[in-house]
């Protein structure tokens, strides 16, 4: 099984702030990696998908990039609706998918 | 536009058998362009797959579930199922189902997701 390791676990960002999230997996899954936005309470919103391509109607602010084994996920300028918990999600052997332990970004 | 929608028991006793369904609106559960998902989230943790099925029956499960879970659909209904067996309090948590884009995938869009405590 594809292991899928995001780091940081959390991070504490202001409004305005380049955020940076990683995601590597155990071994190469080419681009076939997915980002979620999660808020408190709320069902997971797909963002990116296929490592870089934006989902319809997400903010160009939200970016993805990688290939292979590392990828991240990139907030160009932190808004007050972005904090919440990403999470990355592999499907290399589709339609088995692997999720990563999520990464929480917290105000500063 | 497409929505899906799980109903099921919130409380399950340990042991027994949790069931949920996932009823879809807005389109056909029988498109050749998708699978159909469950994914679940302990109290406070991250996601974990459970399964896909197709909706020809085709499954894939979670190696950590798959002697306890159980996916069907059913098109007449355009609706899917899930079936936790023996179900303990490590199986509380909310359960979403959602759409999969095949070939090479992601979830889209998602149930609202219920909560589904194991307790006696």
């Known amino acids: 099984d594809i292991q899928m390791t995001q780091s940081p676990s959390s991070v504490s960002a202001s409004v305005g702030d380049r955020v940076t999230i990683t995601c590597r997996a155990s071994r190469g899954i080419s681009n076939w990696l997915a980002w979620y936005q999660q808020k408190p309470g709320k069902a997971p919103r797909l963002l990116i998908y296929?490592?870089?391509s934006l989902q319809s109607g997400v903010p160009s602010r939200f970016s993805g990039s990688g290939s292979g084994t590392d990828f991240t996920l990139t907030i160009s300028s932190l808004q007050p609706e972005d904090f919440a918990t990403y999470y990355c999600q592999e499907a290399n052997n589709s339609p088995q998918v692997t999720f990563g332990g999520g990464t929480k970004v917290e105000t500063k | 536009q497409l929505q899906l929608q799980e109903s099921g028991p919130g409380l399950v006793k340990p042991s027994e058998t949790l069931s949920l369904t996932c009823s879809v609106s807005g389109g056909s559960i029988s498109s050749s362009n998708y699978y159909w998902g469950w994914i679940r989230q302990p109290p406070g943790k991250g996601l974990e797959w459970i399964g896909n099925?197709?909706?020809?029956?085709?499954?894939y499960y979670n190696a950590s579930l798959k002697s306890r879970v159980t996916i069907s659909v059913d098109t007449s209904k355009n609706q899917f199922s899930l079936k936790l067996s023996s179900v303990t309090a490590a199986d509380t948590a909310v359960y979403y189902c959602?759409?999969?884009?095949?070939?090479?995938?992601?979830?889209?869009?998602w149930g609202q997701g219920t909560l589904v405590t194991v307790s006696s």
């Open positions: 959602a759409r999969y884009h095949i070939p090479r995938g992601w979830f889209d869009p």
């Open positions: 099925i197709y909706y020809s029956g085709s499954t």
């Open positions: 296929a490592a870089s």
